[in-house]
């Protein structure tokens, strides 16, 4: 439903954003784990991929869905690399240390020298196309600002495409989703191995 087609109201007094109670039916759960970036990740994607649906069905949201959708989009990337560069340096030095920066290029190389360090190729076909992706997208929106605002920090006007065909984007990102999904349940076995050796090694020490 759009704003519109809503009956008129107005805020009260007492109205709160936030209440951790209510109707069961009514609760989101804010699942937190070991990847934390995992969870966020997968929020982002489901997301993301629900908004290009929504446009895709109804044609008076698709140019309203298309800044979210692709901000999602890449903030997904984000997070599930994180995630990945996260778990990967558990499992080789023991830390839980992640990059704070937003550049994708830059996280995508830092993943594929982790996932090499562990013994894994990151060379394979798969790797080399969503290398492309990874491009691409960092070409359009290179500071994660291109899609949240109309310009960037500076004031000058971010540069976006003009058109976006919602299938091919939907198709896309499933395919690089299938991918990083992959490897981000990979990863989660050899961090669970890591922490059974760990505990073990203390164990005996």
């Not at 629900?50 to 692709?70: E, G, N, Q, T």
């Not at 839980?96 to 360090?117: I, S, T, V, W």
């Not at 990102?173 to 299938?178: A, E, H, Y």
């Not at 990083?180 to 890591?194: C, H, P, R, S």
């Amino acid at each position: 439903m759009k704003l519109y087609e809503e009956e008129i109201r107005y805020p009260e007094k007492g109205d709160k954003f936030f209440k951790e109670d209510g109707d069961q039916h009514e609760i989101a759960w804010l699942n937190k784990s070991f990847q934390e970036f995992g969870n966020y990740a997968d929020g982002y994607q489901t997301s993301a991929i629900s908004l290009i649906d929504l446009a895709l069905k109804d044609k008076s949201v698709r140019d309203y869905h298309i800044y979210p959708a692709i901000f999602l989009i890449r903030h997904y990337l984000e997070l599930r690399l994180k995630e990945l560069i996260q778990g990967l340096n558990f499992c080789i030095n023991q830390t839980r240390d992640f990059p704070a920066h937003h550049q994708l290029q830059n996280l995508y190389g830092e993943f594929r020298a982790a996932y090499k360090a562990i013994g894994e190729d990151p060379t394979t076909k798969d790797f080399q196309i969503i290398h492309s992706l990874i491009n691409e997208i960092s070409d359009v929106d290179p500071s994660s600002m291109a899609f949240r605002y109309p310009v960037d920090k500076s004031g000058q006007k971010t540069q976006v495409l003009e058109y976006v065909n919602l299938n091919n984007l939907r198709e896309t990102f499933v395919r690089v989703c299938f991918v990083f999904d992959g490897v981000a349940m990979l990863i989660d076995n050899y961090v669970e191995n890591t922490q059974e050796m760990l505990a073990s090694l203390y164990e005996n020490w």
